[in-house]
């Protein structure tokens, strides 16, 4: 969907830099500029959460309350992801924080407009899902691409966390080898969170926590 550069080499791509950042790890080699934002090809944001998650909604969310809620959540699931990858990295890693706190300002999030409502293979829960661009006649709720700090959610953001921790994960091993491992399996068992509002068809509704 979006143009597949290496995650580094697009990284480098400046857009916005804040100049005269030094490289994590590298305390005497040249300084590297990353760009507040990358944004991927074709990819144009409606909504900047507080955090500074880059957002397209695709005009799925009618009303500025739901906007607001649809954003604080995005942020709430970035803390979760947060906390659970600082609790990971190795007691050692000193370079990781400045990272994590970079990170939001970098991501990417598209809400799908192609979803449909599905019956789970193994739960038989309905909720929105959207074609697999993987695994053909196959659905998802959630998927990330390597290579452009991208990913696309489906509306009731269900799946969000384990692909924004594959994300992260991906992010600090740009810039620093005491990566946390797979944070995507590390990080499988956060909540989904539910909405300040009832964001009918969620099917995710019951399954999520206030």
Known sequence: MWGRL???????????CASGTRQPGD???????????????????????PDGIHVRTN?????AAARESASATIDRYWREVRECALQNIP????HSAPLFEEFPQH????????????????????????????????????????????????????????????????????????AAGDLSAKCASLPCF???YDNSPSQAWQECVD
């Open 6 to 16: 290496p995650l580094i080499a697009a990284l480098a791509a400046c857009v916005g």
């Open 107 to 178: 991501l990417s999030i598209e809400i799908a407009q192609n979803w449909e409502i599905v019956e789970g293979p193994v739960s038989h829960t309905r909720m929105q899902a959207f074609p697999s661009s993987v695994r053909p006649g196959a659905f998802s709720t959630a998927r990330r691409e390597e290579s452009a700090v991208y990913i696309e959610v489906v509306p009731e953001l269900k799946g969000l966390a384990t692909q924004m921790a594959g994300e992260l994960n991906l992010w600090i091993g740009g810039y620093t080898s005491a």
């Open 27 to 49: 305390s005497q080699g040249p300084t590297v500029e990353r760009q507040v934002y990358l944004s991927p090809t074709g990819f144009a944001a409606d909504l900047i959460t």
């Open 194 to 196: 539910r909405f300040d």
């Open 59 to 63: 005009g799925q969310y009618k009303t």
């Open 91 to 94: 007691a050692t890693d000193n």
